[in-house]
C-alpha cells in the first residue's frame, strides 16, 4: 500500500476493509494508499484525492461483481448505539418515519403534537422497528423550506419527551434527526437523538460534518441535486449509478476530512429525489453497485410518487403493496436499512425477505 508497510489478502473486500481503516492516517503517515491485484496497482486514494480511483478499464464493474459474491460488506463495521447493535449483512435494520410536520407528502400533520407523536412513536417501537427517524422539514417535491426556529420547535421537545418517556423500549430507541441543518442536528443530538440523517449528503450545510464529528455520531449522507423546490427539473445523467456514487464517494471524503468516523457513516441513493420512475428502478435493481463505498445502504421507497403513478395509486396509504415489493427488491440487491411508514407490514416483508436472500438468516 505504501513504502514501508505491506500486507496480503485473500480477498478483495479485506483488502479494500483495512484500506479504508487507513485512509484517517493519510494526513500524518502515508504519502497514499493502493491496493495491488497481481503486482498492479488496481485501486488508490491519496493526499488531495477527492474519492477513491479504480485504475484499469472494467476494473470497478469486476470488484463490485466480487462484493456480492463474497457476501462482505467492506468497510462496514458494527454499529453500537445505545444498547442495540447493527451488524450489517445479518439482517435487514427497519427505520421508522415520525415526521413533525403539517405538509409531508403522506402523513403531513397527523403528529406534530407531542401527544401524538409519542403515540406514534410507540406504535413504532411496538412494531420493532430498529430506529425512529424524526423530521421537522418536509422535503417532498415542491416543499418551501422552513426557519430554523420552526424546525428546532417541532423536532426537539418530541426527542426530549421521547428520551424522559417511562415506556423502555421507547426511551431506549436509537433516534436519527432527519435534518440538513447544522444547527438542528447540534441541538438534536444534545437533546438525545443519536444518528444524524442529512438527504442533502452535507452539501446544504457542511458544518453537519463537524457536529457528527464533535459527537461521535453516525452520520448517514443520502444523494440529492439541487433543492425540494428544484429537484425535479434535474433528473439528466449521463451514467446514474456511477454519479450517485462519485457524488457520495466525495462527501465521505469530505465528511472523514472533518474527522467522522468513517466507520460511522452510511449512505442513502435518494430514490424520489431527482430522479424519474425509470431511475428509480434502476437503482432498486442496481443498488449493489453502491457497495464498494464500504458504508451500510439505506433505501428509503415507502409511499413514494413513482410507486402511486406505476400502480396509479393517488393516496400514500394506499401503497403498502408496491412499497413492499421495493423493500424486497432492495434486501435482495444489499440494502442494510429500510426506512419506512408502515411499520408492522414492512417488518413482515423484511423478514422474510432476508430469509429468502441473506445466506446467515
Not at 97 to 124: C, M, R, Y
Not at 151 to 162: G, N
Not at 193 to 211: H, L, M, Q, R, W
Request: net charge negative; glycine share 8%.
Amino acid at each position: 500500500m505504501t513504502p514501508g508497510f505491506e500486507q496480503e489478502y485473500e480477498r478483495w473486500t479485506d483488502a479494500l476493509d483495512k484500506a479504508n481503516s487507513l485512509r484517517p492516517s493519510l494526513k500524518s503517515w502515508f504519502k497514499d494508499i493502493r491496493i495491488l491485484e497481481d503486482g498492479r496497482p488496481v485501486w488508490t486514494f491519496g493526499r488531495g484525492r477527492k474519492h477513491p480511483e479504480y485504475l484499469g478499464p472494467g476494473t470497478y464493474d469486476r470488484l463490485a461483481r466480487l462484493f456480492i459474491e463474497e457476501q462482505t460488506r467492506p468497510g462496514a463495521s458494527p454499529w453500537q448505539i445505545r444498547d442495540h447493535r447493527f451488524d450489517w449483512g445479518t439482517r435487514t435494520y427497519l427505520m421508522g418515519v415520525l415526521n413533525v410536520t403539517p405538509d409531508s407528502f403522506s402523513d403531513g400533520g397527523e403528529f406534530n403534537s407531542i401527544e401524538a407523536a409519542i403515540a406514534q412513536s410507540k406504535h413504532l417501537v411496538e412494531s420493532n422497528m430498529d430506529i425512529l427517524d424524526i423530521g421537522g422539514q418536509s422535503s417532498r417535491p415542491g416543499s418551501q423550506p422552513t426557519t430554523l426556529a420552526e424546525e428546532c420547535d417541532r423536532v426537539l421537545p418530541i426527542i426530549q419527551a421521547i428520551r424522559t418517556s417511562s415506556h423502555d423500549w421507547l426511551r431506549n430507541i436509537p433516534i436519527s434527526i432527519d435534518t440538513t441543518r447544522a444547527e438542528v442536528a447540534r441541538q438534536a443530538l444534545t437533546a438525545g437523538a443519536d444518528i444524524i440523517n442529512d438527504i442533502s449528503g452535507g452539501t446544504y450545510e457542511p458544518d453537519v460534518f463537524k457536529v457528527a464529528a464533535e459527537f461521535d455520531a453516525p452520520l448517514i449522507l443520502m444523494h440529492l441535486r439541487g433543492t425540494p423546490e428544484t429537484m425535479q427539473q434535474m433528473t439528466d445523467y449521463d451514467d446514474l449509478m456511477g454519479e450517485i456514487v462519485a457524488f457520495l464517494a466525495a462527501q465521505i471524503d469530505q465528511a472523514v476530512a472533518a474527522g467522522v468516523n468513517p466507520q460511522k457513516l452510511a449512505v442513502d441513493p435518494g430514490i424520489g429525489f431527482a430522479k424519474t420512475i425509470e431511475q428509480n428502478l434502476t437503482i432498486l435493481r442496481e443498488l449493489e453497485k453502491m457497495q464498494p463505498l464500504g458504508c451500510p445502504i439505506l433505501v428509503g421507497t415507502s409511499r413514494k410518487s413513482f410507486i402511486g403513478k406505476l400502480l396509479n395509486q393517488p393516496e400514500a396509504k394506499e401503497r403498502v403493496w408496491g412499497t413492499a415489493a421495493t423493500c424486497d427488491c432492495a434486501i435482495a440487491h444489499g440494502a442494510d436499512i429500510i426506512r419506512v411508514h408502515d411499520a408492522p407490514q414492512m417488518r413482515d416483508v423484511c423478514r422474510m425477505s432476508d430469509a429468502l436472500w441473506r445466506k446467515s438468516s
